[in-house]
């Protein structure tokens, strides 16, 4: 490829700029040599999307803040209040992207700018630290996997119930029950239910409302920034900030709230990283075209015979969260199976993961969860409310990660994005 | 004459309605009313539901469809949430399989409302739906819009969704004439549908002066792929801007990966292996791994060669992504080729090419990673540990014992993680075996594998290490005893604890014995031996004994502690007291209790405190005893810091007295933090296991903590679950937060009112509204008035209602609630008017002033809470009674009594004001209606109970008497059941009734005259909810529930003393039961009875197909009215009225 660029003086300057930066700020450890980590060797970062969010993610440690980035000018303002001097604000994330200071790029923005914004950000260069839930649309999430992978980039999803802190209402962490799934105690094929009674709450009061009005847009917001690769809708202060999760236009109510929390653990106990389910069937009132409602019931099926059941009324009372041929598994460890606790401590562990984000960016080691099981799990998400939205049967190719004769549902995998954005 | 005509008529077609489903005669209903009918209907409740709903549409036909269409509104301009539920279950029901035909109907139904609608949003949501169900026939259609500057995106998208070769020309065709906003949306969708044609058409845009059209132009070029567009992706670097310039080389190889897939994979080729030789800056270090990503994927195994070589790269990610590459060539040949290369690199490299074999999963590299395992170099040998693990598995386990044998921490834990990850039964003989000769680091990691897998078996080699000549050692084996050692290991334990003074040491023992001791099966012995070797025990070691007792409990373990309480040892007396804090069970409790009130010593007080506290909110003891119990402890605490643990453990006691208690402190600075939390815990619902509290005292204990609580996540949760309260007691909201919706201005006063005509009065009206919206403003979820305008009022009239609105005034501050047009419940400042607010103000006969004066202060918000009923007030101020039942006077005509009916007004006293959280709540009046109303005849129902008589009614007459056009119980004079004489099968039957505390009856369907009803027929629950006497009742059997069988929603009664309204339709095997506007119950009796009914027992009556409607006596004063009935799909009947006419 051609290399030779017209240098302007406005170019002469940067370039200038962002060669000693080099010598000063960039890692150490990207020049390779061995295992070389001098105590100046300071990982930095950006935070793109500084809403409530975003601004509880300014102070993580391990990287350095340089810049945030909003289009929301309060958002803005009160970001850099709380970061302190020496933090640059930006509008677009472009200009973000192109600073080749930083290293890390935090993407706490509303779900819909995710993928935009972490394919970008791969190709930049930028290892990436997303929030959940990964992505709005299946198609979203493959693009995602291949630009991080494709770039050598390393990529966190913030949920970490797979490998830290207690599995929300389970009342353990999720590694016993991994070991005991692995050691195939229960049996299988296993049957998991996801509810309140075994553990995990589902907030349906993420929904949208209906017949909005139009109303002014502030000046403080970019809405048409805001919607970026969304469809274009009037705005109304309910489609954005904290309550933009009741529209499936930029994400999808309860189950894109906490479905991540709760299924991406399940993906890991079932060893089911590299798959998605087969047949998914959902019961619920039917959805608005433009908001998200709530749900009875979802199941979803593996190709093993593998079962997830998403129980939103809490129906089942005897449910158990892991029920297998052989035995099952309720709530804060309970089992049908005796001396659990002495059957656990002879089995062997899982392998290893890599639960420190920073080390694994300064080894090159994927994170815990990454943009490949992230995206399988997000699948669980997005195939969810793909059926609740059509209110079918649908079955699932999880290699092509395409339905099964249904067109309409395939054109939900990949919605074309507004322009000029693109994936 | 005239009017009866059409009454029949309008029954005619009733009647013909209902028939026609079931005789399939012809539906005469125009196309708008079929319409109409069915959009009432949505949304559907369920998938079934809304394809049966989609299809009565779809039956309509075009016509039908475009009736739907026709009626959407644009945003903002009325209410179509119907009509946008009704035309998507379209968009989805069509796209079933094997329903072409009707979706070809629906897409070009749509096609033809697309062009009559006018508004821009609209014909947006129409086009959306085509993007879901569109297919060719849409693309022409669709094309006039991308000349639209609103709609050529949303038409984009749906062509894009289409995606046929029609689609990408109509993109092509429309592309020149475009503007340029739409030029970009096409270029980019071209580039998208990868339109080879497009090519020749955009290139000149590249050089465009509009970067958006320049930066869609390269993107669209690389992503086709053309080799034609080569050498402009190969030069985007010299466009002048750096975002494009940093973008190059992302296009450049998305540019190579599309001509690989077209099949110039030599091509691809060359353009990766120039960029992996050209981007060598640490900044670009994604540049090589995508070109060498790429490389590999267009050519496979020929580029291997690349990915070795790769691992000569200074560029540490290029290489990780080598390595993770490597999977992709597999066999002996490439482990061979990898092994050779680690001679080549530096040791780093080494360590990274070795894990990569380790999880290669080929054995062949098994003697390198054994080799590895000796290196000189430590970062091998780590590296090699878990590589070598995973490959070969429990065959390599004794090599991997041996890199135990080291005294580096780092090798020895990880070769500890690599061991933990083989079961017990491979694992432990090794780590036995071994264990003698290991270096004492070693044998740490060693003991502590042994007791982490339980292996109680070789306790005794754990035992031999605590007498080993190295500390760490001697720790990790008496930690290890804690997972290992039997019930008969006890002795030597506390042998052990003896003998033991080191602190750490102690605490180890201590565990251990713990353990041990509880193996034993019978709790009384567990403390035994402990107690025992206690007695022969003197000084400071008596401590260590008394500690572990907590952790074992017993009887005689507990006198044991009690009696130690008292001694005059103090160091002694003081473990007694904090081992009795941590106490097992509720035993310690009592004792706990006579510490607390008797003892000085305040240390010894907190420990009793919190041992109790704990100790009773863990018992099984009834809410209403831990509540007594705690607050006894209540009142003695003398420390703050006692108080607020009390008030800390309240918080698990969930009840309503619970509550009143806790909010007694939300007043006082020292507790009101933690009372508000406690508040919110007590009255708040847990997730999945409990409702919360209801009632308006919880409401109004609730905002008051809300200003006490500091994290706004919870704020919002407690208003939240207000809101909740208040819309299942039937609130609705007055304010919605955002606008003046529901308001209007004031014109004049009742009586100028009335003397004008409807014209003047619309244009009063109008100026009113136009005024009003100068000074009242919705701000940030508060109603707002400046001080200068008129009052506001609600645009509904109200008869009977309850309302609650919270209120703020500044320091002189005036104000009032108008209640049906006329003033007032007053509101204002108390330091000019010492009365206070509340009083109805303008009372000249009755009562004027407030019971008491409870204002907050001024700047705060105050809640006031009214009712009004028949000519009466009574009025609650921040949750206290001002004005107790006291008749409201006339103010505009003091002669008369106060007006039936009218408007809510809050009003202007040319003082700024507040208000938030307005809800109203109607109460149906005493006299309501009796007798059907027009719609209800023209939809065939017929009044069960004539108002005056039981005509018509069987059973128990006399304990049921006609009154006042009421069906009343009295249980004086009888407390059976009151049957109709005629059966029903299939009906809608709607009635009132009015329930007196504790208050219980039924609803007996299809029933026999004689036998329980509940088991020979059906019985729909009649029964006050709230009553303290059914707080244990089982969910089939609260108001409502089909008793037995399918219990109902609770929470919508009315509260005691008010009419309520309900509907049973009974359709089936179908019941739904309607209670003040909300579905209780919905559900298929054979499915709730099968395979057994809820409550196990038979019920026979489940089986009728028809019977007796009628009132099941349980000795409770109950009242009804208004009983009317429609049967539904009685053919014969329908058929003799037709015969009549």
Redo the contacts between chains.
Sequence with gaps: MTRKKPITRRDFIKHTISATAALTIVPRYILGGAGYTAPSDQLTKAVIGVGSMGRGHLHYPGAKLLAVCDVDENHLNMAQKIAGPGVAAYKDFREVLERSDIDIVHIPTPPHWHALIAVAAAEAGKDIWCEKPMTRTIGEGQKIVEAVQKNGRIFRLNTWFRFRGQFYGFGTTVKPIKKLVQSGVLGWPLKITVSGITGFDWKFYWSGETNIKPEPVPKELDYDFWLGPAPYKPYNKHRVHGTFRGYWDYDGGGLGDMGMHYLDPVQYILDKDDTSPVEIEADCPQQHPDACGSWRRIQLKYADGCEIILDGENKDKDAAFIEGPDGKLFKGLESDIPNLKEKLATLPEPEPQVTDFIKAVRTRKKFALNEENGHRSCTIVNLSKIAVRLGRPLRFDPDKQRFINDVEANRLIAQPMRAPWHL | MKNNKKTILILITAVLLASSLVMGQEDVRTLKTKVVDTLAK??????A??DKLASELIQLGQEGIQEVCRMLVP??TG???RV??A???L??YV???GAEQERGIYARTLLKALESQKDS?VK??LI??L???GKNESVKPLRIFLKDK?LC??A??AL??IRTPEAEKALLRSFRSASETNR??II??L??LRSKAAVKKITRYVSSRNE?LR??TL?ALANIGDPKSEKIL??I??A?S??E??????L?LLYAQRLAESGKKQQCAR?CR??IK?YT???????P??AL??LVNAIGERAFGDLLSSMEN????????AI?LAGTVQGEYATAQWIKKMTEV???TQAEIITMLGYRNDTAALPTLLQALKSDEK?IRLAAI?ALAHLGGSDVLPELFTSLYTDQADEINTTK?VL??????EVIPGVVKILEEMPPLAQVALIEILS???AKEHVDTVFAQINSDHESVRLAALAGLENLASEKDLPHLIKILLETQDITKISLAQNAVVASANLITDPEKRTGLILETLEETTGAKRVDLLRPLAKIGGKNALQTVIAETKTENPIIQDAAVSTLAEWPDISAAEELFNIYSTTKKQEHRLFAIQGYVRLVIESELAPEKKLRKLKETLDIAAETEEKNHILKGLGSVKTLNSLRLVAAYLGNQDFQAQAAITVAEIALPQ???MRGLFGAEVISVLKKSVGLIEDSYEQERIE?YISTILEQGGFVSLFNG?DLSGWKGLVGNPISRAKMTTEELTKAQEEADLSMREHWKAVDGILVFDGKGESLCTLKDYTDFEMLVDWKIEKHGDSGIYLRGSPQVQIWDPEQWPEGSGGLYNNKEGPSKPLKCVDNPIGEWSTLRIKMTGETVTAYLNNVLVVDNVVMENYWERYKPIYPVGQIELQSHNSPLYFRNIFIREIIPEKGAQGLTEQETAEGFELLFNGKDLTGWTGDTTGYVAEDGKIVIYPKRGSGNLYTEKEYSDFILRFEFKLTPGANNGLGIRAPLTGDAAYVGMELQILDNTAHIYKDLEPYQYHGSIYGIIPAKRGYLRPVGEWNYEEVIAKGRRITVNLNGVTIVDANIDKASTPTTLDGKDHPGLKREKGHIGFLGHGSHVEFRNIRIKELNEIPRVLIFIYNL
Aim: charged share 25%; proline share 9%.
């Design positions: 949505f949304p559907a409740q369920n998938t539901e809304r945003p903002g209410d179509d949430t946008r539920f035309l998507n279950a968009s989805v796209h079933r399989a949003e947006a949501f959306r739906q993007q879901l169900v609103r995106e949303p984009t998208q894009l969704a970009i949306t980019k969708a580039g998208e958006k930066h869609v993107y190969d030069s670097s010299l002048s750096s975002y310039r940093a973008k190059a080389p992302s450049y353009i120039n960029l050209n800056s640490p900044h670009e270090s994604n540049v791994c995508l990503s790429i200074p560029n540490k990610e290029l290489r990780s992504r993770e530096p040791t780093e970062i878990p993680q933990k990850r083989f079961p017990s039964i982490e897998r339980l997730p999945g296991t939240k955002k």
